[in-house]
């Protein structure tokens, strides 16, 4: 079945540092992917999504490549803000899925001035 | 626009009460969906309605009842909850459906059953 898995959290960073959150999939057939982002005490925001492979997603200074050959959609951010602690959840929908989200189990983001 | 709406923002009932959760969108979508996210957990899908007919229920107990009156609206009703079922329900919706559609979500309704 399709699934996605994410590096285990919580992640804490200091201000202005790199980020990096892994996200790997299985799928079959051509998945399309997104990053979504949940502040405390909210709903999901979509932050990025690519849709066929090799497209870059970007927003707010996130990007994530689809890399169909190591299956991967990993979100980095040059230079975090305190603003961007959240919890941040990978998922993929495929054809064969219908409009079904596969989430990851998210990654909790805290960011120290 | 792109804001789904959802009220109440928080509930609280008891094992034998009936409650519905209401969500709106006018965003001119086709397709609205309601998720269950428990603490710590990722939203886990519950139905899915295309063009106002149920398309997807996942396995989802009886005593949650979905309906779609009309393409902006999409309720839950609730009956005879177990304190289990207490978690954060999320809406969303799509324009059309579509695999490489954005899902929009709602801020959601916490519900707490005693």
């Known amino acids: 079945g399709n699934s996605v898995t994410q590096m285990e959290g919580p992640v804490t960073l200091s201000e202005e540092a790199f980020l990096t959150i892994n996200c790997t999939y299985t799928a079959t057939g051509y998945p399309s992917l997104f990053w979504y982002v949940q502040y405390p005490g909210e709903g999901l925001q979509l932050l990025l999504k690519a849709t066929k492979a090799d497209d870059k997603g970007s927003n707010k200074g996130f990007e994530a490549t689809y890399r169909k050959e190591t299956t991967s959609f990993h979100l980095e951010k040059g230079s975090v803000q305190v603003s961007d602690s959240a919890v941040y959840f990978c998922a993929l929908t495929t054809i064969q899925g219908a409009q079904k989200l596969v989430f990851g189990q998210g990654t909790r983001l805290t960011i120290n001035p | 626009d792109t804001e789904v709406t959802q009220t109440p923002k928080h509930l609280v009932m008891g094992m034998t009460n009936k409650k519905s959760l209401k969500c709106e969108q006018h965003m001119g979508h086709r397709a609205m969906y309601w998720y269950k996210q428990k603490a710590k957990k990722p939203p886990e899908l519950m139905f899915v309605?295309?063009?106002?007919?149920?398309?997807i229920n996942e396995s989802v107990p009886s005593r949650f009842s979905p309906e779609c009156p009309n393409s902006s609206l999409l309720n839950l009703h609730l009956h005879a909850l177990q304190p289990e079922d207490s978690a954060l329900y999320l809406c969303a919706s799509s324009r059309t459906g579509a695999t490489q559609e954005t899902q929009y979500f709602g801020p959601g309704t916490r519900l707490l059953v005693l």
């Open positions: 309605y295309s063009y106002e007919k149920l398309s």
